[in-house]
T-cell receptor
Framework: DGGITQSPKYLFRKEGQNVTLSCEQN?????MYWYRQDPGQGLRLIYY???????QKGDIAEGYSVSREKKESFPLTVTSAQKNPTAFYLC????????????FGSGTQLSVL | GENVEQHPSTLSVQEGDSAVIKCTYS??????FPWYKQELGKGPQLIID?????GEKKDQRIAVTLNKTAKHFSLHITETQPEDSAVYFC??????????FGDGTTLTVKP
């Protein structure tokens, strides 16, 4: 059953703590993306990766970091520098860079304790 | 940069009625316009899309229309059913791979 798996579904962060959100895909897609979704707002791009070992900042990259060591994995770290991390985080993939058909995971809800 | 405005923010219809959601965009370089359906606690799912060389596309009860001159595109759902209740997002992509999403429309279909 091909798709994108995000974990955990819910995550809580303490002050000053870094947390990492997992995203794995078995679609053999080259490109992967991280979006942030706040209530009543559209999706905003945090980071994207067009190929293994390469990634680019999106519109709201400050306070976040990513890695792309494997084609199927694109973890997102929310660092302590992100002062307002509470949001719904969505990972997506597309067959290749420039192919706009996105496949989304089911999301991770991050909250601050 | 691109700006996408989506209206209305909430829409309530009776089962069997039609629903129309409209998005306007600002960047004339945008050439791909997908619509997503997002159910509570889940990720968005692509339901229909249209490219700038086409004016209309239909898939069963769902259709999308594009007016490039006016820079707006609309989602039309006919014969609505309760399972159509969800949040719907539009997006606009440029050929440089830049995407901008609308703020979403919460559609409620009353049985």
């Amino acid at each position: 059953d091909g798709g994108i798996t995000q974990s955990p579904k819910y995550l809580f962060r303490k002050e000053g703590q870094n947390v990492t959100l997992s995203c794995e895909q078995n679609l053999n897609h080259d490109a992967m993306y991280w979006y942030r979704q706040d209530p009543g707002q559209g999706l905003r791009l945090i980071y994207y990766s067009q190929i293994v070992n390469d990634f680019q900042k999106g519109d709201i990259a400050e306070g976040y970091s990513v890695s792309r060591e494997k084609k199927e994995s694109f973890p997102l770290t929310v660092t302590s520098a992100q002062k307002n991390p509470t949001a719904f985080y969505l990972c997506a993939s597309s067959q290749q860079a420039g192919n706009e058909k996105l496949f989304f995971g089911s999301g991770t809800q991050l909250s601050v304790l | 940069g691109e700006n996408v405005e989506q209206h209305p923010s909430t829409l309530s219809v009776q089962e069997g009625d039609s629903a129309v959601i409209k998005c306007t965009y600002s960047d004339s370089a945008s050439n791909y316009f997908p619509w997503y359906k997002q159910e509570l606690g889940k990720g968005p799912q692509l339901i229909i899309d249209i490219r700038s060389n086409v004016g209309e596309k239909k898939d069963q009860r769902i259709a999308v229309t594009l007016n490039k001159t006016a820079k707006h595109f609309s989602l039309h759902i006919t014969e609505t059913q309760p399972e159509d209740s969800a949040v719907y997002f539009c997006a606009a992509w440029t050929n440089a791979g830049k995407s901008t999403f609308g703020d979403g429309t919460t559609l409620t279909v009353k049985p």
